[in-house]
């Protein structure tokens, strides 16, 4: 509430000083010589914080802005300019912080500093005010320099001089205090005498602009007077024409006309119409169409017509012609029958009030000027007509271009408008000549005739600008520069009596700031040992955990292996030692992947696909790798489903079996009875939840908080009796929160632990479920073709063996090369290899080398593609993408599994597919699709 006050009270505190400025604005524009306002925003922003005060500063510089015109404007441009003012304030406080923290300004660089943060961000407000200024048409070009100037000089003066006397009277500190009338009694006496000066010079501009749109206005006026004079001539001329020759033939009638429209007049038209005063006017008519020898011309009137007592009036000649008003009784029509009447009863001429043009409706309109043909007896027989067209008074502005102008009709009392261009509403003055912001007017009444007009004009502010500084520009330059050195000089003086307090102060200050710092460091280097202590601890347990776990499948593979190497060894007892070396090296690949998943995670380079997949099924597939493991260990696998069987969902299917398979296990790892629960369940807002439940032996509470946590188990005891190396959790944590979900665990000490996480996923459309299937099976034997020959480039001497035996067995003819040197002198001596297999890192010439010549060869003699397969053990996506960058076809990761090669072979020498010794079924599965969504 009490925010909310100061708010308040700071924005009529902005809107009295924003009117006070307006009065001092100089002529002609928006900018004033002062704006005491700015002044006090900063000052507001100083004390208050900006970030408290702004919507007060809003507030107040929007109503002054809005109420700048005669009314009130709700448009975007008042927020604009306030907005420009906020971020002014705001700006220059916050700069002038950085410099003097406390904005005590008692030392000469501060008072400096305070000076150039001011002059620095008062052109913000002027910069964003002119600027939309400009773009909305108030301001021309070159006058954009000079307002640009005013506005920003008017609010450097307002900063310069209200902002400390602001703080002075507002602040309650010492600092300030003491200062108070040292500081405030120069700057109002230098505000005061600015004040008077500036006056006298502004009274000066605005009776020098006022004198000279006055000769310009009375210019104006004088043209259409001559205009007047000249169509009141040729009128009255084609009426003497009409009196002398009767009767009046129309050849000479369209004679005068052409002869008249050579003179400067703005007619469109010429009439003549003969007065029929009595009855039958047809009869009548008829006759004098005959003694004319015209055309049967017959009288028509307008809709909804009253009789005339004077008689009928029918428009006869007509030049140039408009047959769409021949015979048209002027009588009939009220306005151009109130002319007639003036004409007739006064022998005078006389215009019309307004009048629509028939053959121009989407024109300006025109006025009917009528003048009297009188007989011999001194009575009105008919009536000459001239069409002023208005258009003709367009042509007569034009070299006006930038004066906006109206004429008005202020006959009989009311008021018509005849024509304007006005795009806002002209101010109501009593003297001849008005200037305000919006620029410079004139009004000047016009006597036409019968009609009283007045003509009113106004020249924008944008068209009132010059090139040149004016001598109010010079002045406050001048007094800003008097009142800088005098305000800069106040608060010197002021601050030389405290001075020295201030510095021991401020030298105590730093004292207790620097041990405080050094405090503060001692707690942290204390800190960071701790840490680096925990962390060489976490890390030598880990060592020591992997060390355990790398060396117990190694003892696999070298025991099994040393026993194959013994004499009478049958044939079951080998393919046991065999399983049991396949086994270990499973187990020991598993280890190095989930290292090489931790890396990429800690990297930020774990990256996760987009496919379509259906999660009962994923889920079903998972449980029943881990079935046969449950059932040997007496422990029931239930599967729960919540979720529609057939639901297909975009996700990364690969990753989610990782983590559901992790889950699984560290659930048949700790569970030595009961029951294991893998649910699914479908949330709302499109999550799935998935949870493995088991009856094992749950987990304490000071533990639980560990599991996620790298290098870490529940105790060191889980590592010695269930093995693990704790970065399993670490990974599935990682993994769902790029998926954008989360996990957690519930868990009681002896009766269980239930894991669960949920993830966001996509519902895939019915067009997307058409997408290719993610699975594909390799060919069967009956599909073999002849037998191929491969090139294998490997320099390690056991690769070479494992690779060329593979081979063997899946059919193929191999030769060997020792680096990549040798594989493209074979490659260029024969022509006959179908297929390379290529190491990358290679003494002599390593495998990127030699794939990049490969292709350079075959594409310079036209030689047909070889398909090269890249053999490495860097598993990286960096490494398959630089593969592909050297022309590479496909990628195999080391070490290297049959059925992977024989899937790699079938897709690069397709349709000519890989034969295997063990067995279609075996050979069959899962390929996964990248499918962007």
Same mark, same amino acid.
């Not at 008097?482 to 004292?511: M, Q």
């Given at each position: 509430?009490?925010?909310?006050?100061?708010?308040?009270?700071?924005?009529?505190?902005?809107?009295?000083?924003?009117?006070?400025?307006?009065?001092?604005?100089?002529?002609?524009?928006?900018?004033?010589?002062?704006?005491?306002?700015?002044?006090?925003?900063?000052?507001?922003?100083?004390?208050?914080?900006?970030?408290?005060?702004?919507?007060?500063?809003?507030?107040?510089?929007?109503?002054?802005?809005?109420?700048?015109?005669?009314?009130?404007?709700?448009?975007?441009?008042?927020?604009?300019?306030?907005?420009?003012?906020?971020?002014?304030?705001?700006?220059?406080?916050?700069? $002038?912080?950085?410099?003097?923290?406390?904005?005590?300004?008692?030392?000469?660089?501060?008072?400096?500093?305070?000076?150039?943060?001011?002059?620095?961000?008062?052109?913000?407000?002027?910069?964003?005010?002119?600027?939309?200024?400009?773009?909305?048409?108030?301001?021309?070009?070159?006058?954009?320099?000079? #307002?640009?100037?005013?506005?920003?000089?008017?609010?450097?003066?307002?900063?310069?001089?209200?902002?400390?006397?602001?703080?002075?009277?507002?602040?309650?500190?010492?600092?300030?205090?003491?200062?108070?009338?040292?500081?405030?009694?120069?700057?109002?006496?230098?505000?005061?005498?600015?004040? %008077?000066?500036?006056?006298?010079?502004? &009274?000066? +501009?605005?009776?020098?602009?006022?004198?000279?749109?006055?000769?310009?206005?009375?210019?104006?006026?004088?043209?259409?007077?001559?205009?007047?004079?000249?169509?009141?001539?040729?009128?009255?001329?084609?009426?003497?024409?009409?009196?002398?020759?009767?009767?009046?033939?129309?050849?000479?009638?369209?004679?005068?006309?052409?002869?008249?429209?050579?003179?400067?007049?703005?007619?469109?038209?010429?009439?003549?119409?003969?007065?029929?005063?009595?009855?039958?006017?047809?009869?009548?008519?008829?006759?004098?169409?005959?003694?004319?020898?015209?055309? &049967?011309?017959?009288?028509?009137?307008?809709?909804?017509?009253?009789?005339?007592?004077?008689?009928?009036?029918?428009?006869?000649?007509?030049?140039?012609?408009?047959?769409?008003?021949?015979?048209?009784?002027?009588?009939?029509?009220?306005?151009?029958?109130?002319?007639?009447? !003036?004409?007739?009863?006064?022998?005078?001429?006389?215009?019309?009030?307004?009048?629509?043009?028939?053959?121009?409706?989407?024109?300006?309109?025109?006025?009917?000027?009528?003048?009297?043909?009188?007989?011999?007896?001194?009575?009105?027989?008919?009536?000459?007509?001239?069409?002023?067209?208005?258009?003709?008074?367009?042509?007569?502005?034009?070299?006006?271009?930038?004066?906006?102008?109206?004429?008005?009709?202020?006959?009989?009392?009311?008021?018509?408008?005849?024509?304007?261009?006005?795009?806002?509403?002209?101010?109501?003055?009593?003297?001849?000549?008005?200037?305000?912001?919006?620029?410079?007017?004139?009004?000047?009444?016009?006597?036409?005739?019968?009609?009283?007009?007045?003509?009113?004009?106004?020249?924008?502010?944008?068209?009132?600008?010059?090139?040149?500084?004016?001598?109010?520009?010079?002045?406050?330059?001048?007094?800003?520069?008097?009142?800088?050195?005098?305000? #800069?000089?106040? $608060?010197?003086?002021?601050?030389?009596?405290?001075?020295?307090?201030?510095?021991?102060?401020?030298?105590?200050?730093?004292?207790?700031?620097?041990?405080?710092?050094?405090?503060?460091?001692?707690?942290?280097?204390?800190?960071?040992?701790?840490?680096?202590?925990?962390?060489?601890?976490?890390?030598?347990?880990?060592?020591?955990?992997?060390?355990?776990?790398?060396?117990?499948?190694?003892?696999?593979?070298?025991?099994?292996?040393?026993?194959?190497?013994?004499?009478?060894?049958?044939?079951?007892?080998?393919?046991?030692?065999?399983?049991?070396?396949?086994? *270990?090296?499973?187990?020991?690949?598993?280890?190095? &992947? =989930?290292?090489?998943?931790?890396?990429?995670?800690?990297?930020?380079?774990?990256?996760?696909?987009?496919?379509?997949?259906?999660?009962? =099924?994923?889920?079903?597939?998972?449980?029943?790798?881990?079935?046969?493991?449950?059932?040997?260990?007496?422990?029931?696998?239930?599967?729960?489903?919540?979720?529609?069987?057939?639901?297909?969902?975009?996700?990364?299917?690969?990753?989610?079996?990782?983590?559901?398979? &992790?889950?699984?296990?560290?659930?048949?790892?700790?569970?030595?009875?009961?029951?294991?629960?893998?649910?699914? +369940?479908?949330?709302?807002?499109?999550?799935?939840?998935?949870?493995? !439940?088991?009856?094992?032996?749950?987990?304490?509470? $000071?533990?639980?908080?560990?599991?996620?946590?790298?290098?870490?188990?529940?105790?060191?005891?889980?590592?010695?009796?269930?093995?693990?190396?704790?970065?399993?959790?670490?990974? %599935?944590?990682?993994?769902?929160?790029?998926?954008?979900?989360?996990?957690?665990?519930?868990?009681?000490?002896?009766?269980?632990?239930?894991?669960?996480?949920?993830?966001?996923?996509?519902?895939?459309?019915?067009? +997307?479920?058409?997408?290719?299937?993610?699975?594909?099976?390799?060919?069967?034997?009956?599909?073999?073709?002849?037998?191929?020959? /491969?090139?294998?480039?490997?320099?390690?001497?056991?690769?070479?063996?494992?690779?060329?035996?593979?081979?063997?067995?899946?059919?193929?003819?191999?030769?060997?090369?020792?680096?990549?040197?040798?594989?493209?002198?074979?490659?260029?001596?024969?022509?006959?290899?179908?297929?390379?297999?290529?190491?990358?890192?290679?003494?002599?010439?390593?495998?990127?080398?030699?794939?990049?010549? /490969?292709?350079?060869?075959?594409?310079?003699?036209?030689?047909?593609?070889?398909? /090269?397969?890249?053999?490495?053990?860097?598993?990286?996506? +960096?490494?398959?993408?630089?593969?592909?960058?050297?022309?590479?076809?496909?990628?195999?990761?080391?070490? /290297? *599994?049959?059925?992977?090669?024989?899937?790699?072979?079938?897709?690069?020498?397709?349709?000519?597919?890989?034969? *295997?010794?063990?067995? #279609?079924?075996?050979?069959?599965?899962?390929?996964?699709?990248?499918?962007?969504?």
């Amino acid at each position: 509430m009490r925010l909310l006050l100061t708010n308040l009270l700071l924005a009529l505190v902005y809107l009295v000083a924003g009117k006070l400025g307006l009065l001092m604005s100089l002529p002609p524009g928006y900018a004033t010589a002062i704006w005491p306002a700015a002044g006090i925003a900063f000052a507001a922003c100083l004390l208050f914080n900006g970030r408290k005060v702004w919507s007060g500063i809003l507030l107040g510089s929007w109503c002054v802005n809005s109420s700048i015109g005669p009314q009130w404007d709700l448009g975007i441009l008042p927020l604009i300019i306030a907005a420009g003012s906020v971020l002014q304030a705001i700006v220059g406080a916050r700069l $002038l912080r950085k410099f003097d923290p406390h904005f005590e300004m008692d030392q000469p660089i501060r008072i400096l500093q305070f000076s150039g943060s001011g002059l620095l961000a008062c052109t913000i407000a002027s910069s964003i005010a002119n600027t939309a200024l400009f773009f909305k048409g108030y301001l021309s070009a070159d006058l954009l320099a000079q #307002n640009f100037s005013t506005w920003w000089l008017g609010d450097a003066l307002g900063v310069l001089i209200f902002t400390p006397l602001c703080i002075a009277l507002y602040d309650k500190r010492p600092a300030w205090r003491e200062r108070r009338w040292m500081v405030v009694t120069p700057l109002l006496l230098t505000f005061s005498s600015f004040i %008077c000066v500036y006056l006298f010079i502004r &009274n000066s +501009e605005i009776r020098q602009i006022q004198s000279q749109f006055a000769t310009e206005s009375i210019t104006i006026s004088q043209d259409f007077e001559q205009l007047d004079a000249v169509n009141t001539q040729t009128l009255s001329n084609l009426a003497t024409l009409a009196q002398l020759v009767k009767p009046l033939s129309l050849p000479q009638f369209s004679t005068f006309v052409k002869q008249s429209n050579k003179a400067a007049t703005s007619f469109r038209t010429f009439g003549w119409a003969p007065l029929l005063r009595h009855a039958p006017y047809d009869h009548q008519y008829k006759q004098l169409q005959q003694t004319l020898n015209l055309n &049967n011309i017959k009288i028509h009137r307008l809709a909804n017509w009253q009789p005339n007592p004077l008689g009928v009036l029918p428009l006869t000649m007509i030049s140039p012609p408009s047959p769409s008003v021949l015979g048209l009784d002027l009588l009939s029509e009220p306005r151009r029958a109130q002319t007639a009447n !003036a004409v007739i009863a006064s022998h005078k001429v006389a215009i019309s009030p307004k009048i629509l043009l028939s053959d121009d409706l989407k024109g300006p309109g025109g006025l009917l000027m009528m003048a009297p043909v009188l007989s011999a007896t001194g009575e009105v027989e008919s009536i000459v007509t001239g069409v002023i067209d208005i258009r003709g008074w367009l042509k007569l502005m034009q070299q006006h271009k930038q004066v906006q102008w109206a004429i008005l009709d202020l006959t009989e009392g009311k008021t018509e408008v005849i024509y304007s261009n006005f795009t806002k509403p002209f101010p109501s003055f009593q003297s001849s000549s008005q200037l305000d912001a919006m620029g410079v007017y004139y009004q000047q009444p016009l006597n036409f005739a019968n009609r009283q007009w007045q003509l009113l004009l106004h020249k924008p502010t944008n068209a009132l600008g010059g090139s040149t500084i004016s001598a109010s520009l010079v002045l406050l330059f001048c007094i800003l520069t008097a009142t800088a050195v005098l305000g #800069n000089l106040a $608060l010197i003086l002021s601050a030389d009596r405290r001075r020295v307090a201030a510095e021991v102060e401020i030298k105590t200050l730093v004292l207790q700031q620097e041990m405080a710092i050094r405090k503060q460091q001692e707690i942290q280097l204390i800190e960071a040992k701790q840490q680096a202590e925990s962390a060489n601890l976490a890390k030598s347990q880990f060592l020591a955990t992997m060390s355990h776990e790398i060396r117990t499948p190694l003892n696999g593979v070298m025991g099994m292996a040393q026993l194959l190497m013994q004499e009478q060894v049958d044939e079951t007892e080998r393919l046991d030692y065999a399983q049991t070396i396949l086994r *270990s090296g499973e187990n020991l690949l598993s280890l190095l &992947n =989930e290292i090489l998943d931790f890396s990429k995670v800690e990297a930020g380079k774990m990256e996760l696909e987009s496919l379509i997949f259906q999660p009962a =099924e994923l889920v079903q597939e998972v449980a029943n790798l881990f079935r046969e493991t449950a059932h040997q260990r007496g422990l029931q696998l239930d599967l729960l489903f919540d979720v529609p069987l057939h639901l297909s969902c975009w996700g990364d299917p690969y990753r989610l079996r990782q983590i559901i398979s &992790n889950l699984l296990s560290n659930a048949l790892k700790f569970t030595s009875a009961g029951t294991i629960t893998l649910k699914l +369940e479908q949330l709302e807002n499109s999550f799935l939840k998935f949870t493995v !439940a088991d009856t094992g032996d749950g987990i304490d509470e $000071l533990q639980i908080s560990k599991l996620f946590k790298t290098f870490s188990q529940g105790d060191g005891s889980i590592t010695r009796r269930y093995g693990g190396t704790g970065l399993g959790l670490a990974i %599935c944590r990682s993994l769902i929160q790029l998926m954008g979900g989360e996990i957690g665990v519930i868990s009681q000490l002896g009766k269980g632990s239930q894991f669960w996480f949920q993830i966001p996923v996509d519902e895939a459309t019915d067009s +997307e479920k058409r997408l290719p299937t993610q699975y594909q099976a390799l060919a069967t034997q009956a599909e073999q073709t002849k037998l191929q020959r /491969i090139l294998v480039v490997e320099d390690n001497p056991i690769n070479q063996v494992v690779v060329l035996a593979m081979l063997a067995r899946l059919g193929y003819q191999t030769e060997l090369a020792q680096h990549g040197q040798e594989a493209l002198d074979a490659l260029k001596s024969t022509t006959s290899f179908d297929l390379v297999l290529m190491d990358c890192q290679m003494p002599i010439m390593d495998g990127y080398e030699a794939s990049l010549q /490969i292709r350079s060869w075959e594409q310079q003699f036209k030689r047909k593609h070889i398909p /090269i397969i890249a053999l490495t053990a860097d598993a990286y996506q +960096e490494d398959k993408e630089r593969c592909q960058a050297v022309g590479m076809d496909d990628f195999l990761s080391k070490p /290297i *599994s049959i059925h992977d090669l024989a899937e790699t072979l079938q897709r690069c020498l397709s349709p000519r597919l890989a034969s *295997s010794i063990l067995g #279609n079924s075996l050979l069959t599965r899962p390929t996964r699709l990248k499918v962007s969504k």
